[in-house]
T-cell receptor, first 110, second 115 residues
Framework: RKEVEQDPGPFNVPEGATVAFNCTYS??????FFWYRQDCRKEPKLLMS???SGNEDGRFTAQLNRASQYISLLIRDSKLSDSATYLC???????????FGRGTSLIVHP | ETGVTQTPRHLVMGMTNKKSLKCEQH?????MYWYKQSAKKPLELMFV???????ENNSVPSRFSPECPNSSHLFLHLHTLQPEDSALYLC??????????????FGSGTQLSVL
C-alpha cells in the first residue's frame, strides 16, 4: 500500500460548484498534514495545513479523520483560477519526512 | 526576488555530460531538500540537509551527488545520467528539520532532459 494515496482525477466541475478531495495515508503515526497546490509547469505551494479539529480558509475547508486515516479538502464556489493539481502531504516517522501523494487534478470550466 | 531560486530552469544533457543544478534560498531557513518529480508520479524525496549536514539520502543512485556548502546554497551534481532520469528537479527549504509541522517552500524547478 502506498504511503499517501490520492485519486488523480481529473475532477471536472463548473464554476460555482463545490468539490471535495480525499487523501489516505498508511502510517498511523503520522503527525502533521498539509495541502499544497501545483499549477501546470510550476512549483508546489502550500495551500493550508490540516488541523485535528478541522480548519477553514475562505472557500477552502480541510479536515482530518485519524481513525480512518484520511484528510479531505473541500472547495466551495469554485473559480476558474482554482484549476490546478492539489497535493496531499503527510509528515511521517521520527524524522517527519514530508511525503507527497501524486496529486488530484481539478479543472474548473465556465 | 523569490524565496528559493533554482538555476537553470531548463537543461538538456547527454548521457556522458557532467552538469550541476543550483539552488539558493533567501528565507533564512536551515533545511534544504532535493525532490524529483516525474510524470504521473508523486514527488520523490532525494536528499535532505539540515544545518549543512546531510540527514536523508533516499537510496539515490551515485550518479546524483549533492553538495551543501552552507544553509543557503544547495547543489546537485549530475554525471552519466540515464534517459529515465529526465524529470523536474525541485529544490525546497524549510525553517528546521525534525519539526512536526515542517512546511516546504519550493523553487521553480529545473526541467531536465537526458538524451
Amino acid at each position: 500500500r502506498k504511503e499517501v494515496e490520492q485519486d488523480p482525477g481529473p475532477f471536472n466541475v463548473p464554476e460555482g460548484a463545490t468539490v471535495a478531495f480525499n487523501c489516505t495515508y498508511s502510517n498511523s503515526a503520522s503527525q502533521s498534514f498539509f495541502w499544497y497546490r501545483q499549477d501546470c509547469r510550476k512549483e508546489p505551494k502550500l495551500l493550508m495545513s490540516v488541523y485535528s479539529s478541522g480548519n477553514e480558509d475562505g472557500r477552502f475547508t480541510a479536515q482530518l479523520n485519524r481513525a480512518s486515516q484520511y484528510i479531505s479538502l473541500l472547495i466551495r464556489d469554485s473559480k476558474l483560477s482554482d484549476s490546478a493539481t492539489y497535493l496531499c502531504v503527510v509528515n511521517t516517522g521520527g524524522s517527519y519526512i514530508p511525503t507527497f501523494g501524486r496529486g488530484t487534478s481539478l479543472i474548473v470550466h465556465p | 526576488e523569490t524565496g528559493v531560486t533554482q538555476t537553470p530552469r531548463h537543461l538538456v544533457m547527454g548521457m556522458t555530460n557532467k552538469k550541476s543544478l543550483k539552488c539558493e534560498q533567501h528565507l533564512g531557513h536551515n533545511a534544504m531538500y532535493w525532490y524529483k518529480q516525474s510524470a504521473k508520479k508523486p514527488l520523490e524525496l532525494m536528499f535532505v540537509y539540515n544545518f549543512k549536514e546531510q540527514t536523508e539520502n533516499n537510496s539515490v543512485p551515485s550518479r546524483f551527488s549533492p553538495e551543501c556548502p552552507n544553509s543557503s546554497h544547495l547543489f546537485l551534481h549530475l554525471h552519466t545520467l540515464q534517459p529515465e532520469d529526465s524529470a523536474l528537479y525541485l529544490c525546497a527549504s524549510s525553517p528546521d528539520r525534525g519539526q512536526t509541522n515542517e512546511k516546504l517552500f519550493f523553487g521553480s524547478g529545473t526541467q531536465l532532459s537526458v538524451l
